[in-house]
T-cell receptor
Framework: KNEVEQSPQNLTAQEGEFITINCSYSVGISALHWLQQHPGGGIVSLFMLSSGKKKHGRLIATINIQEKHSSLHITASHPRDSAVYICAVLAGGTSYGKLTFGQGTILTVHP | DAGVIQSPRHEVTEMGQEVTLRCKPISGHNSLFWYRQTMMRGLELLIYFNNNVPIDDSGMPEDRFSAKMPNASFSTLKIQPSEPRDSAVYFC???????????FGDGTRLSIL
C-alpha cells in the first residue's frame, strides 16, 4: 500500500462545478503539499500546509492531522483548471524536505 | 525572479550514450532536489543536496546515475551509459529552507532509443 493515496484517480466535471480531491497518508508528517501539473508538464506548488485550511483564489486546501487526510477544493471550476493534481507529504522528523508523492488526480473540466 | 532553470528541455539519444541534465536553482535557495517522473511510478526523488552537499542519494537507481553540485548555482545529473528504461521526465526543484515550498523547473523530457 502506498504511503500517500489520492482519490479519485480521474475526475471529469462541467465548468462551474465544485470539485474535491482527497489525499490520505499513512505516516506521520510535518507538512503536506498540493502540486499542480499542467499538460505541458510544468509543476507548480499550490499549497503547503501543516494544519487547518488555506485559501488562494478559488482553491482551498484543508488538512486533518488526526485523520491523516487532506482535501483540495476548487470552487466554480473552469476548463483552465484541467491538470494533474498531486499530493505530497513531508514525513515528520525528516531532517530535510524529502517529499513522498501520491499518484496524482487527473482533472478535466469541460466548458 | 527567474525560476529554476533546466536544460535541455528535450533530449533524444541512443542507448549507451552519456546524458547530462543541468539545473540552475533559484538564487538563495540552499536545497536542491532531482526527481524522475514516469507513467508507471509517478514522481520519485533521486537525490537531495543541501548547501551543495549530497544528503540523500538513496533514490538514485543505479551506479549509472550520478549527480554533482559544484556550486550553489549549478547542478548536473548524469547517466552513463543510458538505457531505454531511463526514458522519463527529470525535474529539478529548489527551496529556500527544508520546510519551504519547492519550486520546480520545467523538466527535461529524456528519450533513450
Amino acid at each position: 500500500k502506498n504511503e500517500v493515496e489520492q482519490s479519485p484517480q480521474n475526475l471529469t466535471a462541467q465548468e462551474g462545478e465544485f470539485i474535491t480531491i482527497n489525499c490520505s497518508y499513512s505516516v506521520g508528517i510535518s507538512a503536506l503539499h498540493w502540486l499542480q501539473q499542467h499538460p505541458g508538464g510544468g509543476i507548480v506548488s499550490l499549497f503547503m500546509l501543516s494544519s487547518g485550511k488555506k485559501k488562494h483564489g478559488r482553491l482551498i486546501a484543508t488538512i486533518n492531522i488526526q485523520e491523516k487526510h487532506s482535501s483540495l477544493h476548487i470552487t466554480a471550476s473552469h476548463p483552465r483548471d484541467s491538470a494533474v493534481y498531486i499530493c505530497a507529504v513531508l514525513a515528520g522528523g525528516t531532517s530535510y524536505g524529502k517529499l513522498t508523492f501520491g499518484q496524482g488526480t487527473i482533472l478535466t473540466v469541460h466548458p | 525572479d527567474a525560476g529554476v532553470i533546466q536544460s535541455p528541455r528535450h533530449e533524444v539519444t541512443e542507448m549507451g550514450q552519456e546524458v547530462t541534465l543541468r539545473c540552475k536553482p533559484i538564487s538563495g535557495h540552499n536545497s536542491l532536489f532531482w526527481y524522475r517522473q514516469t507513467m508507471m511510478r509517478g514522481l520519485e526523488l533521486l537525490i537531495y543536496f543541501n548547501n551543495n552537499v549530497p544528503i540523500d542519494d538513496s533514490g538514485m537507481p543505479e551506479d549509472r546515475f550520478s549527480a554533482k553540485m559544484p556550486n550553489a548555482s549549478f547542478s548536473t545529473l548524469k547517466i552513463q551509459p543510458s538505457e531505454p528504461r531511463d526514458s522519463a521526465v527529470y525535474f529539478c526543484a529548489s527551496s529556500q529552507e527544508r520546510h519551504q515550498p519547492q519550486h520546480f523547473g520545467d523538466g527535461t523530457r529524456l528519450s533513450i532509443l
